[in-house]
């Protein structure tokens, strides 16, 4: 090789590196001049010589002038080149971008510099090292000096320039630099990366939209940043490659889906509000390639309609709405199971908004992809059981109406009330709170008598006396109660006339009989008196202790309320009505004296004129006697009798000590039965310490009417 000291001056290499910059200045300025006439004279072995001489002595020389004459030298060799530089750059760049981690600051401010005066020279031929440069770029733009920062900020925006009008310009090559970069936390390097991205995006030529989801996390990351700056300028490049992707055929939405649902999660208020309107927009664009994440978004949506950030809630509602409007197929890649996951564990959900979302897709799922739905009903039953002691009233009745749909079938309406009485037996909790609301919503949802047929046909075989005691009364209560239940009373009163009402008391009958108010009641309501006086004339065998006498209490209140207006009208035609009159007075010689509902219904009976107490004559009692031969109430009677011998032979054998449940009447909300777990009895009688519930007087206070804002009931 050439020896450049023969080629540069001695006197120019020593003030190339004096600590002047003036000399060096002066120094490049020869180098400069020699190497133009050497490349006019095609001499570019000498050229090399002197690129090799400024990279070797000065440029990795220890000194720190010499570093700085040689990077200054390096610049002048590319001037006087001009286009030619191209076939000697890769000898000039590679020392100058080796100066950029130097430890001396202004030697890494001088290869800023030099590169700078390079680029300028060479322009397009410059990309070829891009990458390398990039990185250089990257490292300097946080640099530990202000002056080196600054230095190389103009660097940037130069070689922003060149790649921006270049043609060879490789942006496959450029992602994965990018990529590997975009978590990083230093706020200089983040205002680096995201400059670059705007202006990449901004070449029409260059698809940046296509690599979106290789760096969108990293973008997103920024928006949580502490300098106000960096947020604003992520937040305006997501809102322009939002409305590229608006205005774009071809968008990769799968992969951007799981970057924004991780995201729509985030501590930080404004990331969550800009994934959710971005999932928003994908929901609405997205179409097919959204079906296989929809259950991912499902899970990220939810939870943000109970946002405390009222932006985040109406957009989350929106696109909750947007979402459940759609209907793909299972065929193509829709995951019915997935979205059954998400909606039950969200309806465990402490912010009750999700949950009643929650419970509308549920509903939703069921109504239009039942078969799908069905393998999954016994998670779906658990989840919904739990939910029945929820605290919200909206709740419940969704959680009704999902247990409406899904129990259209014979077969898994009886699941579900086999489910129902199960629980209510297990889960005190939920037959205190929420037992009544239960009932009395499905009877909406599905139709009273199929509902209380289904339940007396499973109480009818349950083995648990006490608990088929407590459910009828409480089945009871609401059947002479509720405005709800109005058409299934309606059917009962004509018991003795049609088949309809003959049908539903047989079917009520059998479990009714565990709880002789109750028993008396249904009588009551399908007029059937004759019978009514008979197992009210059976009772003389039952032991009239205080719960007895205080359900028989209860009874006499109901028979004050409108729902037995008809049976109180009645009495005023006493020749018509014999059975009605003794069944009344039944009642009231199984009533202490000095009991409040004695002197009720005795009041009641003093209304009826005297004039109209004429004896009944034989035709009369005959003609009431013979009740219509399609009810074969002897039969009925026997069965009473049984059940009540059945239920007396299990107290006797049942533990002595126990929780006992008290029904309580109708609250003034409508909203049902209460059911509260006592070990005790009813206050109205509790028992003094040592004497048993059946020795103890009755006296005048047990029976005391309850005032009319509420109501006691059979206990």
């Keep these: 090789?050439?020896?450049?000291?023969?080629?540069?001056?001695?006197?120019?290499?020593?003030?190339?590196?004096?600590?002047?910059?003036?000399?060096?200045?002066?120094?490049?300025?020869?180098?400069?001049?020699?190497?133009?006439?050497?490349?006019?004279?095609?001499?570019?072995?000498?050229?090399?010589?002197?690129?090799?001489?400024?990279?070797?002595?000065?440029?990795?020389?220890?000194?720190?002038?010499?570093?700085?004459?040689?990077?200054?030298?390096?610049?002048?060799?590319?001037?006087?080149?001009?286009?030619?530089?191209?076939?000697?750059?890769?000898?000039?760049?590679?020392?100058?971008?080796?100066?950029?981690?130097?430890?001396?600051?202004?030697?890494?401010?001088?290869?800023?510099?030099?590169?700078?005066?390079?680029?300028?020279?060479?322009?397009?031929?410059?990309?070829?090292?891009?990458?390398?440069?990039?990185?250089?770029?990257?490292?300097?733009?946080?640099?530990?000096?202000?002056?080196?920062?600054?230095?190389?900020?103009?660097?940037?925006?130069?070689?922003?320039?060149?790649?921006?009008?270049?043609?060879?310009?490789?942006?496959?090559?450029?992602?994965?630099?990018?990529?590997?970069?975009?978590?990083?936390?230093?706020?200089?390097?983040?205002?680096?990366?995201?400059?670059?991205?705007?202006?990449?995006?901004?070449?029409?030529?260059?698809?940046?939209?296509?690599?979106?989801?290789?760096?969108?996390?990293?973008?997103?990351?920024?928006?949580?940043?502490?300098?106000?700056?960096?947020?604003?300028?992520?937040?305006?490049?997501?809102?322009?490659?939002?409305?590229?992707?608006?205005?774009?055929?071809?968008?990769?939405?799968?992969?951007?889906?799981?970057?924004?649902?991780?995201?729509?999660?985030?501590?930080?208020?404004?990331?969550?509000?800009?994934?959710?309107?971005?999932?928003?927009?994908?929901?609405?664009?997205?179409?097919?390639?959204?079906?296989?994440?929809?259950?991912?978004?499902?899970?990220?949506?939810?939870?943000?309609?109970?946002?405390?950030?009222?932006?985040?809630?109406?957009?989350?509602?929106?696109?909750?709405?947007?979402?459940?409007?759609?209907?793909?197929?299972?065929?193509e890649g829709f995951d019915v199971g997935a979205i059954l996951d998400i909606s039950r564990r969200e309806i465990n959900s402490e912010y009750e908004p999700t949950r009643i979302e929650a419970l509308h897709w549920l509903r939703s799922l069921v109504t239009k992809y039942r078969n799908e739905v069905l393998v999954y009903l016994d998670d779906i039953f658990s989840s919904l059981l739990n939910a029945l002691s929820d605290t919200s009233e909206e709740v419940i009745l969704l959680v009704l109406e999902v247990y409406a749909c899904v129990s259209q079938e014979d077969h898994y309406f009886t699941n579900l009330v086999e489910y129902l009485l199960t629980n209510f037996k297990t889960n005190t909790l939920i037959l205190e709170k929420r037992g009544p609301l239960v009932v009395r919503q499905l009877c909406v949802l599905i139709g009273s008598e199929k509902v209380y047929r289904q339940f007396s046909i499973l109480l009818e075989t349950e083995p648990d006396l006490d608990f088929a005691n407590i459910m009828v009364q409480a089945l009871n209560l609401i059947l002479v109660t509720s405005s709800e239940l109005s058409e299934l009373r309606a059917i009962l009163k004509n018991a003795l006339i049609n088949d309809s009402g003959r049908d539903l008391l047989l079917s009520l009958y059998n479990s009714w009989c565990h709880c002789p108010m109750a028993t008396v009641t249904l009588c009551l309501l399908a007029q059937a008196y004759q019978h009514t006086s008979c197992v009210i004339e059976s009772l003389k065998e039952e032991d009239l202790n205080v719960k007895f006498l205080v359900q028989l209490d209860k009874l006499i209140r109901l028979l004050e309320t409108p729902i037995f207006s008809y049976l109180r009208l009645q009495l005023l035609e006493p020749e018509k009505h014999t059975w009605l009159l003794k069944s009344l007075y039944g009642l009231l010689m199984l009533l202490p004296q000095q009991s409040s509902a004695f002197k009720v219904l005795r009041t009641r009976l003093k209304t009826i004129p005297s004039s109209l107490l004429t004896a009944p004559t034989d035709s009369q009692i005959e003609s009431q006697s013979a009740p219509p031969p399609i009810i074969d109430f002897q039969k009925l009677l026997d069965l009473f009798v049984k059940t009540q011998d059945r239920h007396r032979e299990f107290r006797k054998n049942r533990p002595i000590s126990g929780p006992v449940l008290r029904i309580t009447g109708p609250v003034s909300n409508g909203s049902g039965l209460g059911l509260v777990l006592s070990g005790l009895p009813s206050s109205s009688s509790q028992q003094e310490p040592g004497k048993s519930e059946d020795a103890r007087p009755i006296s005048p206070e047990i029976n005391r009417p309850s005032s009319r804002t509420s109501t006691r009931s059979f206990q």
């Design 1 to 331: 090789m050439v020896d450049a000291s023969t080629i540069v001056p001695t006197s120019v290499q020593r003030n190339l590196a004096d600590k002047l910059y003036e000399k060096r200045k002066n120094a490049a300025l020869e180098i400069e001049g020699i190497v133009k006439q050497l490349a006019s004279n095609g001499e570019h072995d000498k050229i090399a010589a002197v690129i090799h001489m400024l990279s070797n002595e000065f440029t990795f020389s220890p000194q720190t002038n010499h570093r700085k004459g040689g990077l200054i030298g390096l610049a002048a060799v590319t001037v006087g080149l001009t286009t030619e530089a191209g076939s000697h750059l890769e000898a000039i760049v590679t020392p100058v971008l080796n100066s950029f981690i130097d430890q001396d600051s202004r030697v890494r401010y001088y290869a800023c510099e030099a590169l700078y005066n390079i680029a300028k020279v060479v322009r397009g031929e410059f990309i070829v090292y891009f990458n390398k440069i990039f990185d250089a770029l990257c490292k300097l733009s946080a640099d530990s000096d202000a002056n080196v920062q600054s230095a190389a900020h103009l660097l940037d925006r130069l070689v922003k320039d060149i790649v921006t009008e270049s043609d060879s310009f490789s942006i496959e090559e450029f992602i994965p630099l990018l990529r590997e970069r975009m978590n990083v936390l230093n706020p200089f390097v983040r205002q680096f990366l995201v400059g670059w991205i705007t202006v990449l995006d901004s070449v029409p030529d260059i698809d940046m939209l296509g690599f979106l989801p290789d760096f969108l996390d990293g973008l997103f990351n920024m928006l949580s940043d502490s300098s106000l700056e960096i947020r604003q300028q992520a937040d305006a490049a997501l809102s322009e490659f939002l409305q590229e992707i608006k205005n774009s055929p071809s968008v990769d939405y799968g992969r951007m889906a799981e970057i924004l649902v991780r995201r729509a999660g985030s501590s930080d208020e404004f990331t969550r509000l800009t994934a959710i309107v971005w999932i928003n927009e994908f929901v609405k664009l997205g179409g097919d390639q959204l079906v296989p994440y929809y259950a991912d978004i499902l899970g990220a949506i939810l939870p943000c309609i109970s946002d405390q950030e009222e932006k985040i809630r109406v957009v989350a509602c929106e696109t909750n709405e947007e979402l459940r409007g759609l209907r793909p197929d299972p065929s």
